[in-house]
């Protein structure tokens, strides 16, 4: 039966058959704790098959972690139009479905493993963080603006990770929180910076009256004894 499958098959369709094992495999385990023999396995080949498709175990694991990497960038990819909130919300809950449909593949990328791998994942930081300097509007921002949306990047990706281990909060609870946590930080730096003040007055500006940033807004004043939401 496995000899049958393996003659259907073409190359490429080999190749990404592999790199889903491996996926699966390197999420679980560092690469030096999976071994050739354990990828043939999983895929039901032999040990010589895979190595005429990957020349090694780690060139099998850096396919596996791109594939991972721009499937992952492209979901910051979203059209450039309504409140920034809203558009931020969108991405969050397209970053959410990737971890969760592809789980695996998503440990895999952010656990990195070796030098090639990290610098993928650093690809994809970047990637993110690109996009939201174009949904910003910014092309050159200042080292504190810079700053938080890197930050913000670090806490989305350990969020999504923490929620892959336990689930106890719900998704949409932490999509939602995430879009709030950029507000925050912006709203913090704003204090000590002009330029993110500036960004931040222009972003809350173009926010609907019920979106998530005035949903965060009013829950903060709720906080603040003698303040009008707060009673």
């Known amino acids: 039966m496995t000899t049958g499958v393996r003659r259907r098959m073409g190359v490429e369709e080999r190749r990404q058959q592999l790199i889903d094992v491996a996926l699966k495999l390197f999420s679980d385990r560092p690469p030096e704790d999976v071994s050739i023999d354990d990828i043939a396995t999983a895929a039901g080949i032999s040990r010589p098959l895979v190595y005429h498709y990957f020349p090694g175990k780690y060139s099998l694991y850096e396919a596996a972690v791109r594939r991972a990497a721009d499937e992952l960038s492209a979901r910051f990819?979203?059209?450039?139009?309504?409140?920034?909130?809203?558009?931020?919300?969108?991405?969050?809950?397209?970053?959410?479905?990737?971890?969760?449909?592809?789980?695996?593949?998503?440990?895999?990328?952010?656990?990195?493993?070796?030098?090639?791998?990290?610098?993928?994942?650093?690809?994809?930081?970047?990637?993110?963080?690109?996009q939201l300097l174009a949904h910003l509007e910014l092309t050159d921002p200042g080292p504190?603006?810079?700053?938080?949306?890197?930050?913000?990047?670090?806490?989305?990706?350990?969020?999504?990770?923490?929620?892959?281990?336990?689930?106890?909060?719900?998704?949409?609870?932490?999509?939602?929180?995430?879009?709030?946590?950029?507000?925050?930080?912006?709203?913090?730096?704003?204090?000590?910076?002009?330029?993110?003040?500036?960004?931040?007055?222009?972003?809350?500006?173009?926010?609907?009256?019920?979106?998530?940033?005035?949903?965060l807004v009013a829950r903060l004043l709720a906080l603040v004894p003698g303040s009008a939401g707060g009673g």
């Open 77 to 130: 990819q979203v059209p450039r139009e309504g409140p920034f909130s809203l558009r931020l919300l969108l991405v969050m809950g397209r970053y959410f479905d990737f971890a969760e449909e592809h789980a695996p593949g998503f440990s895999a990328l952010l656990r990195g493993g070796s030098v090639r791998s990290e610098a993928v994942v650093e690809e994809v930081r970047q990637a993110a963080y690109d």
């Open 144 to 215: 504190r603006m810079s700053l938080v949306i890197r930050t913000w990047v670090g806490v989305a990706e350990t969020t999504a990770l923490s929620w892959l281990a336990d689930r106890s909060i719900p998704r949409r609870e932490l999509e939602r929180q995430l879009v709030h946590d950029l507000l925050a930080l912006a709203a913090v730096t704003a204090a000590f910076d002009e330029e993110t003040a500036g960004v931040l007055r222009r972003v809350v500006e173009q926010e609907p009256a019920d979106g998530p940033f005035a949903e």
